[in-house]
């Protein structure tokens, strides 16, 4: 698969990834290499990528307990703390390899430890492939505060190798297909076509997806790297979608991040529709083809319904200026709109 070059990195995929960081150790002179896996990529992802880097470098394995929990200022100064004893200086590499909560993490303690180290983000999950490794957000969550504390800086390469997937639990990967059809229906209609069935997709398929989906990511991103405008964009489905996973976050059963940007991509589409943006027949076709994707998940087309019924009828909302990104088509997002006056329809 064609590598992917831009604003100042490039993006490899599958066998390509491993040609380009062999010359790369050999090229630059890097003073030592370290690792930063957590508790689950270091069992599921570790060994594959070391028997794929041959140096002579010193490698140090740096692990951080899984989980969006960790994603925390405590868990980066102990990466400090560990990049320190290691005595790592600003000539060696961090290599991110985990899903985004290891890119993100690692993304910006690399970025802040003295000053700013290099570092290549190596996603090994379809979330991370086809979004967190990718655009140069890197941080952590405050408190339960997402994203609070952060820098936007580029690795120096993403290598994404898509064979990771084959450890990666079901639910992680319909997260991460959540992310692919965002892309879809806020920029590509033809992409979007691909999601309506999704029997007999193949590794091969998916790979080309993935490709695809980093393509129209990094399309947008490039345009507006600082989010000023157009990135916003990606934000389709997340306004919904990160009520819904905070209300759902000390439920016996939370839901994934993609299961929530799902169902907030189902409600913002009919706000969409609500506005008269798109036609009741778009949003049918959405719904549905979310629905048939997630619909192992708790959720159903009637608690769709039902939770739009309960919004329509939240008074909180009625003097709300929350601003939305909405669809103006299959394909097509537009940023900055209120929905206030739908919710009181
Ligand atoms: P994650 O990193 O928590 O990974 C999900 C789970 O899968 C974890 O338990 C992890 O240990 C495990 N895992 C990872 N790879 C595996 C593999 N190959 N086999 C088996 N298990 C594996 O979560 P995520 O969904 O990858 O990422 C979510 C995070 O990404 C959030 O913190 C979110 O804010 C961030 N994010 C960032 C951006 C960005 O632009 N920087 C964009 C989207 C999301
Ligand atoms: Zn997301």
Redesign the pocket.
């Known amino acids: 698969m064609q590598a992917i070059k831009t604003t100042g990195y490039t993006i490899y995929f599958n066998e390509d990834c491993y040609g380009y960081l062999q010359d790369l150790l050999a090229s630059e002179n890097y003073s030592g290499i370290f690792i930063l896996a957590d508790t689950n990529t270091s069992q599921y992802c570790l060994p594959n990528f070391l028997a794929q880097v041959a140096t002579e470098l010193p490698i140090e394995i740096i692990e951080i307990e899984a989980g969006e929990v960790n994603k925390s200022i405590e868990t980066c100064i102990e990466v400090w703390h560990a990049l320190t004893d290691l005595g790592a200086d600003r000539k060696g590499i961090i290599i991110n390899l985990g899903g985004g909560v290891v890119t993100d993490l690692g993304g910006f303690a690399a970025s802040t430890f003295k000053r700013g180290m290099d570092f290549i983000n190596v996603p090994t999950t379809l979330?991370a492939m086809v979004?967190a490794s990718v655009g140069g957000k890197t941080g952590v969550d405050l408190g339960v505060v997402k994203n609070q504390v952060g820098i936007i800086n580029n690795p120096i390469a993403v290598l994404i190798d898509t064979q990771f997937l084959e450890t990666l639990p079901q639910p992680e990967m319909r997260s991460g297909l959540?992310?692919m059809l965002?892309h879809g229906l806020i920029a590509d209609e033809k992409y979007w076509n691909n999601f309506s069935d999704l029997t007999g997709l193949t590794t091969d398929d998916l790979g080309a997806l993935i490709h695809w989906s980093v393509e129209i990511k990094n399309t947008i991103v490039a345009q507006d790297p600082n989010e000023k405008g157009i990135r916003k964009v990606?934000n389709f489905?997340?306004t919904m979608?990160h009520a819904i996973e905070s209300q759902f976050l000390n439920s016996a059963t939370p839901l994934l991040?993609?299961e929530a940007?799902a169902i907030g991509m189902v409600l913002e589409s009919y706000f969409s529709m609500a506005k008269g943006f798109i036609s009741k027949e778009e949003y049918e076709v959405i719904k549905s083809a979310i629905i048939s994707i997630f619909g192992t998940t708790d959720f159903t087309s009637n608690d769709i319904e039902s939770i739009i019924a309960l919004l329509v009828h939240d008074k909180k909302n009625e003097r709300g200026k929350v601003q939305f990104v909405l669809l103006e088509g299959i394909g097509k997002a537009v940023i900055n709109q209120e929905v206030e006056n739908i919710l009181i329809i």
Request: glycine residues 24%; aromatic residues 0%; hydrophobic residues 35%.
């Open positions: 979330l979004d959540a992310e965002k990606l489905g997340h979608g991040h993609g940007v």
